[in-house]
């Protein structure tokens, strides 16, 4: 039994917890949103951050952005101030590289091993243990972790040291988003061109513009069950955060000096989508709609 702090329990959050929990590991819990202290039954709600980091061996965040994890880890009476000298630390938010780096580097600084951890797999891998963590940080801390996050889900990647868990998941969401709007486009000219989607889904999925968006995730509606589009567009990936995930990847091909042309189309097209069809707390493959308008009257 590991004894583990947890902060951000939202609706990746609460799930991994609550998997923890489940697993039989003591856990010390705390979020801004008071109700969600008490959601996770088992757990041991704390009145801070720092709280839920001290005493622990592992402290576990899954925060919104790169200012909230500095906030966390950083502050005066933050975490890296508040736990124990042998505390392992894993922060499974999506944020930018830099500030991935300038936690672990902190921490490094204190002598405290540190790793990026960000997942794919959405909510329903959150809550069936099967999340990808795509991991940045040095390969003894992984090993340390691996049997916490085998708990929380099904594959662990390597990417590399401090920073890299956050450049592979941006690129890896980056890509998504283009397969998702491509796909879309595609699918909606077929459609107004007279075509069944569920034709054209299969005869695509079978040819060479085969992809994940289409084969597994179809953003039209009717063709596959149990896909947000079947049940419009709620649950999944929401638009808000691709849209975040979006921005990340935009400002580290900035700081890089990297070309995403195709990278910042699909921003775009996702911004437009949320801002004018009130999207952000749809799926992301709702971005069929912009293509579509027609779909959302059915």
Avoid at 121 to 141: H, K
Avoid at 194 to 212: E, H, K, T
Avoid at 242 to 258: C, Q, R, V
């Amino acid at each position: 039994m590991t004894s583990i702090g947890f902060v951000g329990l939202g609706n990746m959050g609460g799930h991994m917890a609550r998997n923890l929990v489940a697993a039989g590991h003591r856990l010390k819990v705390f979020d801004l949103v008071a109700e969600l202290n008490e959601s996770i039954t088992g757990a041991d709600a704390q009145e801070s951050g720092a709280a839920a980091a001290r005493d622990v061996d592992v402290f576990v965040s899954m925060l919104p952005a790169g200012k909230h994890v500095a906030s966390l880890y950083l502050a005066d009476d933050g975490v890296l101030a508040a736990c124990g000298a042998d505390t392992l630390l894993i922060d499974c938010s999506t944020i930018d590289p830099a500030t991935a780096r300038q936690v672990s580097q902190a921490a490094a600084d204190k002598g405290l091993a540190m790793l990026d951890a960000p997942v794919s797999g959405g909510t329903a891998g959150a809550e069936a243990g099967t999340l990808t963590f795509i991991v940045g940080g040095g390969a003894p801390a992984l090993e340390r972790a691996r049997p916490v996050l085998q708990v929380m889900g099904g594959t662990i990647f390597h990417a590399g040291e401090n920073g890299a868990g956050q450049i592979a998941k941006i690129c890896n969401n980056m890509l998504l988003a283009i397969q998702m709007t491509g796909t879309a486009e595609a699918l909606a000219l077929g459609v107004k061109n007279g075509l069944d989607p569920v034709v054209l889904s299969d005869i695509m999925q079978q040819s060479s513009g085969g992809n994940w968006a289409l084969n597994v995730y179809n953003p039209y509606p009717g063709v596959m069950e149990g896909v947000p589009a079947s049940r419009g567009y709620e649950g999944g990936f929401l638009v808000d955060l691709m849209t975040k995930d979006l921005g990340l990847a935009m400002t580290t091909a900035e700081d890089s000096l990297s070309s995403v042309p195709m990278g910042a189309l699909a921003k775009n097209l996702y911004r437009v989508h949320q801002q004018f069809h009130d999207a952000g707390g749809l799926d992301f493959s709702s971005i069929q709609l912009l293509y579509d308008p027609q779909l959302r009257d059915r």
